[in-house]
């Protein structure tokens, strides 16, 4: 686990970061955020940090969203570190989700994740892993990101990464699949396959890690928005 003071240090340089846009003598546009959502076992986390240090971003994984999501200081400290503006941004796009006809969940855990990741692509320039941030920050944030593997690469992966023999990482894998659907579903109700909720899907068995970071490097530039 990573110690409190890297989460730490991670969100104060984050807010350093927005500041230093913010007071440029000709500001650049916002930077959008790069928001993942992925097959268990498809190496998204590999993926996402390589793909941060390709475009100088932050890299906020599924923990880290987590630990940020819990603790109340560093949660306040990045939401202190936007102008009132983004706050109320923040707070009405927030405001939009629970109007959806089907809202998310409005477990405290939740919320507190949707705030943190909205805060993220409000203040942009950010990689994210995971727990709902697709469905959380819309085009005009992020662009949204499916990573998946062919099922064979995604059992090898899970079984090096716990040292586990074959039958036990395809069981493992297994109950990450249901845990991610049924996180999903029950909180965004949405359906985490369904390809429209997405820009732009890669497979990291076909391309690989560098060759998936080289697609999205490539679809940001499309969009006009390479850093």
């Known amino acids: 686990m990573t110690p409190t003071r890297s989460f730490d240090q991670l969100v104060d340089h984050q807010i350093l970061r927005w500041q230093v846009e913010a007071v440029r003598a000709q500001p650049r546009p916002r930077r959008p955020c790069v928001a993942l959502s992925r ?11 390589r793909l941060a ?20 200081g560093i949660r ?36 507190r994740v949707v705030r943190v990741i909205a805060t993220l692509g409000e203040g942009g320039s950010a ?46 894998l297994e109950r990450e699949v249901v845990a991610r659907r049924q996180f999903v579903e029950r909180s965004f109700r949405v359906d985490p396959d369904d390809a429209s909720l997405y820009d732009i899907a890669v497979n990291t068995g076909t391309f690989g890690i560098d060759g998936a970071v080289d697609l999205v490097c490539e679809a940001l530039a499309r969009r006009g928005q390479r850093p």
């Open 127 to 172: 990689v994210i892993v995971g727990r709902g941030a697709p469905y959380i920050l819309g085009p005009d944030r992020a662009l949204r990101v499916l990573v998946v593997a062919p099922r064979e690469d995604r059992i090898e992966r899970v079984a090096k990464r716990y040292d586990l023999p074959l039958a036990e990482a395809e069981a493992r």
């Open 53 to 72: 240090e390709r475009l100088g971003y932050a890299f906020f994984g599924i923990e880290i969203v987590d630990r940020i999501a819990r603790k109340a």
């Open 39 to 49: 097959l268990p076992g498809s190496g998204a986390d590999e993926f996402g940090q």
């Open 76 to 111: 306040q400290e990045l939401v202190a570190g936007m102008d009132e503006r983004v706050r109320t941004a923040i707070e009405a796009m927030i405001d939009g989700l629970r109007g959806r006809p089907a809202p998310f969940s409005e477990s405290d855990y939740v919320s």
